[in-house]
């Protein structure tokens, strides 16, 4: 019905916006850091553990044992 709504006996309301308006806004009030978790210094050091513990593959069953593989190798790092 969204993409066509003549099928359907009924109006379409949607109402064109240029790309470059939508471009514009994005670059006006996109904040990429709203889902960070940490200050660009956390997830920078986070990721530099990561890559150091060989990036293992991430799902729901190692997820746990890979945060722990990260917390030891901090600790051990930083003795």
Do not use: C
């Amino acid at each position: 019905m969204y993409e066509s709504p003549d099928k359907f006996g009924v109006k379409s309301n949607l109402i064109e916006i240029p790309s470059d308006y939508i471009d514009e806004l994005l670059l006006q009030y996109d904040r990429p850091d709203l889902l960070q978790f940490g200050s660009d210094e956390t997830v920078q050091l986070l990721e530099g553990i990561y890559a150091d513990i060989g990036s293992p593959e991430l799902n729901a069953r190692v997820g746990w044992r890979v945060f722990m593989e990260m917390v030891d190798y901090y600790i051990s790092s930083d003795e």
